[in-house]
Antibody, heavy 116, light 112 residues
Framework: EVRLVESGGGLVQPGGSLRLSCAAS????????MDWVRQAPGKGLEWVAN????????NYVDSAKGRFTISRDNAKNSLYLQMNNLRAEDAAVYYC?????????WGRGTLVTVSS | DIVMTQSPDSLAVSLGERATINCKSS????????????LAWYQQKPGHPPKVLIY???ARESGVPDRFSGSGSGTDFTLTISSLQAEDVAVYYC????????FGQGTKVEIK
């Protein structure tokens, strides 16, 4: 079974940090670019970042540049998102997604809450 | 950035009737070198992650019922549900992957 399972979400104060993880199984992780997509409560979808197959190229939405870092460990079939200097507007469900140009496999998401 | 605008924001359709959702991009998402439109449609039901329905503007994902179809080219696209079923109640998003990735704001489909 193809699966993406996110973890690491939780409550963090403004200015704080969190590291999200995503464990992939059931497909050849090393063949796909991987992405993070987020969805604020009751809102639409926003692409956050992606990373290429070997981890040598990363791209970010403007609001994440300089604060978020996407990485992957192909030996562990895992994707990560290090989020620093979190703001209230970063509060969302964060989805781990595999990319085949379009987004074809989605995890169930992990909730990040930013509040004092 | 390419801005994606969907219309309407919501619509209510009777069971068995046709539902049509439009999506307009602020610039063309057609790659003239391969004649492909870099446009996908997703369905999201409450409490669930999105699920891809259509990619390359008109290619149906495996397992998606054939009542779902996508059409259009360049900057104007349409998702059609030919005969609405109760299980189709959801929010639908278009997304371009031509330059970076951006989504439309979503269209909520309900039963009339």
């Amino acid at each position: 079974e193809v699966r993406l399972v996110e973890s690491g979400g939780g409550l963090v104060q403004p200015g704080g940090s969190l590291r999200l993880s995503c464990a992939a199984s059931g497909f050849t992780f090393t063949k796909f670019w991987m992405d993070w997509v987020r969805q604020a409560p009751g809102k639409g979808l926003e692409w956050v970042a992606n990373i290429n197959i070997d981890g040598s190229e990363q791209n970010y939405v403007d609001s994440a540049k300089g604060r978020f870092t996407i990485s992957r460990d192909n030996a562990k079939n895992s994707l990560y998102l290090q989020m620093n200097n979190l703001r209230a507007e970063d509060a969302a469900v964060y989805y781990c997604v595999s990319e085949n140009w379009y987004f074809d496999i989605w995890g169930r998401g992990t909730l990040v809450t930013v509040s004092s | 950035d390419i801005v994606m605008t969907q219309s309407p924001d919501s619509l209510a359709v009777s069971l068995g009737e046709r539902a049509t959702i439009n999506c307009k991009s602020s610039q063309s998402v057609l790659n003239s070198s391969n004649n492909k439109n870099y446009l996908a449609w997703y369905q999201q039901k409450p409490g669930h992650p999105p699920k891809v329905l259509i990619y390359w503007a008109s290619a149906r994902e495996s397992g998606v019922p054939d009542r779902f179809s996508g059409s259009g080219s360049g900057t104007d696209f349409t998702l059609t549900i030919s005969s609405l079923q109760a299980e189709d109640v959801a929010v639908y998003y278009c997304q371009q992957y031509y330059t970076s990735k951006t989504f439309g704001q979503g269209t909520k489909v309900e039963i009339k």
